[in-house]
């Protein structure tokens, strides 16, 4: 009798926009310094899109490069899921505008708002669909335009964020032990207002930028990204010392490095972008595991924890036997 049907990651992408905007760019219009950004986040540069890149555009490239490192043809997609806060349009959804852009004329595509935690939220969303037997192969995308979404004059929130895309195929029929092993989903709505979009389409007297109070999110990050981390590893019967490779949402080096510290691994164990991306919120940790993957740090077999935490508040993480 065959066992349950799992998934594994077979393929990943990513794309960073064009344009690079570095600290020193943004102390030449706002009131701050490479300093100041460097020593509180570990920020030095991040990419802003320009031109014809969208949320869209970016997310369909990364997908391409998922789908041809699996050598997957797009014809065989089951479904499309895009995490993001920034679709180009209110709808259609980004995933079936990628449905479009990659000649899919099957399957299912749509969104999924979970802010910072979208990626994770997606992958969680895909691994079921496969283990339910809906879909075989998945795209699970992260692209978001941060950009549109600050207020640029705004010093303690524009120099965080940039923009980009990052994007895995998952596929049924992993072995026992390889795969997706578990996901690890919360929300709590009591602080969405430490971290939010004031407003959004039609809502009149809005802004429509993002708001954080900085030291809040910081705070419930370090708490509730340690309890995700070790419900993953409780989940599996494992420790720290098990752990590969932790790629996280590349928020903060900062919050990185306090979940290194806590699993006892040295730093080379932890896959870091958010010095030259920035957080770029839902694509952070597919972006981070495209450029691992693709410079052959994670390899087949390696056991790679992810987690994020972002906007809701939305809070996860996500074990995975590449
Ligand atoms: N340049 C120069 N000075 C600045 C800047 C800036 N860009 N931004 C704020 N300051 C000033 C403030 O005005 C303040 O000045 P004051 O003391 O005269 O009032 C001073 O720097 C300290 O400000 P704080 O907000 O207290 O700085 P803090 O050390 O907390 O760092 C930061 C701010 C980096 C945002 C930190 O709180 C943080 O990383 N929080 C986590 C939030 C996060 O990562 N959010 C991303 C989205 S959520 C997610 O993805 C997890």
Not at 7 to 21: D, E
Not at 53 to 65: D, G, H, K, L, N
Not at 126 to 145: D, M, P, R, T, Y
Request: glycine residues 10%.
């Amino acid at each position: 009798m065959s066992g349950p049907i799992r998934a594994r990651l077979t393929g990943v992408g990513g794309y960073l926009p064009r344009t690079v905007v570095t600290n020193d760019d943004l102390a030449q219009k706002i009131d701050t310094s490479d300093e100041w950004i460097r020593t509180r986040t570990g920020i030095t540069q991040r990419h802003i899109v320009s031109g014809d890149e969208t949320t869209a555009s970016m997310a369909a490239e990364a997908a391409r490069q998922a789908l041809e490192q699996a050598g997957v043809n797009a014809d065989d997609v089951d479904a499309i899921l895009v995490a993001t806060s920034t679709p180009d349009q209110v709808f259609p959804a980004v995933a079936t505008q990628v449905q479009a852009l990659l000649g899919i004329t099957r399957g299912f595509g749509f969104d999924i708002s979970a802010a910072c935690s979208g990626f994770v939220y997606a992958l969680a969303s895909a691994n079921s669909f496969i283990q339910s037997g809906l879909a075989k192969k998945v795209l699970v995308i992260g692209s978001e335009v941060f950009s549109r979404l600050l207020d640029w004059n705004d010093r303690t929130t524009c120099v965080l964020f940039g923009d980009g895309a990052g994007a895995v195929l998952l596929e049924a029929g992993a072995e026992d032990g390889e795969g997706v092993l578990s996901t690890h989903l919360h929300s709590d709505g009591r602080s969405g207002d430490i971290l939010y979009v004031d407003g959004a389409v039609g809502c009149a007297g809005t802004t429509q930028h993002l708001k954080m109070l900085g030291r809040e999110v910081f705070r419930h990050a370090v708490v509730k990204l340690s309890q995700a981390v070790d419900e993953a590893l409780e989940a599996n019967n494992l420790t720290g010392q098990d752990i590969q490779w932790l790629v996280p949402h590349q928020a903060n080096l900062r919050i990185i490095d306090g979940m290194a510290k806590k699993l006892a691994l040295p730093s080379d164990r932890v896959v870091v972008t958010v010095d030259r991306h920035a957080n770029t919120s839902a694509a952070s940790i597919p972006l981070a595991l495209n450029e691992a993957v693709r410079d052959g740090r994670i390899q087949k077999g390696d056991l790679v924890l992810m987690e994020a935490l972002g906007g809701g508040l939305t809070w996860g993480s996500a074990l995975v036997r590449m």
